[in-house]
T-cell receptor, first 114, second 109 residues
Framework: DTAVSQTPKYLVTQMGNDKSIKCEQN?????MYWYKQDSKKFLKIMFSYNNKELIINETVPNRFSPKSPDKAHLNLHINSLELGDSAVYFCASSPHREGGSPLHFGNGTRLTVT | RKEVEQDPGPFNVPEGATVAFNCTYS??????FFWYRQDCRKEPKLLMS???SGNEDGRFTAQLNRASQYISLLIRDSKLSDSATYLC??????????FGSGTRLQVQP
């Protein structure tokens, strides 16, 4: 009964390619997030969606495009991958949009761009 | 000043020791505070929420000091399995939770 699941777990690709990461949650939460954890282990918010509506869009290159077909899914598409995109990408969900509730994380997608 | 700051460590302690971590935050209007634990190559997992009056969960005690804008985590009787990175997490008012860079704990036999 995985609560937040994301695929794939590992993604190795070459510079310039386009790739997608999928995320699904079965907790009935309204809000979903994408976080990026770089080589220094710092977790940074990228995007947040509440009931399919984009509510947070940090200063992320527009090569990154999130898509939420419904409130249980939040996918991340990345165009023209660059070496600096190598990181672990975590999907998360929470019951409320205001940031007052803890986050439930997926197990991460380790992206390596060569 | 960073929104959420932690000492990166590592804290190397023997089994059975008591260890404490502090975390400072910059936004005085922050309302929600959490400690997460992250094992190597795993996702962060909620350890405990931090309440205004302080709270305890087994060997773990969390405290909030609003006047000085810091939260703390105390671990008593450290176990080998407590070795991990501990992330301080604060609602900084941007409608998302902001994570500190983490404090690494290594408990040694």
């Amino acid at each position: 009964d995985t609560a937040v699941s994301q695929t794939p777990k590992y993604l190795v690709t070459q510079m310039g390619n386009d790739k997608s990461i999928k995320c699904e949650q079965n907790l009935g939460h309204d809000t979903m997030y994408w976080y990026k954890q770089d080589s220094k282990k710092f977790l940074k918010i990228m995007f947040s969606y509440n009931n399919k509506e984009l509510i947070i869009n940090e200063t992320v290159p527009n090569r990154f495009s999130p898509k939420s077909p419904d409130k249980a899914h939040l996918n991340l598409h990345i165009n023209s991958l660059e070496l600096g995109d190598s990181a672990v990408y975590f999907c998360a969900s929470s019951p409320h949009r205001e940031g007052g509730s803890p986050l439930h994380f997926g197990n991460g997608t380790r992206l390596t761009v060569t | 000043r960073k929104e959420v700051e932690q000492d990166p460590g590592p804290f190397n302690v023997p089994e059975g020791a008591t260890v404490a971590f502090n975390c400072t935050y910059s936004n005085s209007a922050s309302q929600s505070f959490f400690w997460y634990r992250q094992d190597c190559r795993k996702e962060p997992k909620l350890l405990m929420s931090v309440y205004s009056s302080g709270n305890e969960d087994g060997r773990f005690t969390a405290q909030l000091n609003r006047a000085s804008q810091y939260i703390s985590l105390l671990i008593r009787d450290s176990k080998l399995s407590d070795s991990a990175t501990y992330l301080c997490v604060v609602n900084t008012g941007r409608r998302a939770l902001t994570f500190g860079s983490g404090t690494r704990l290594q408990v040694q036999p």
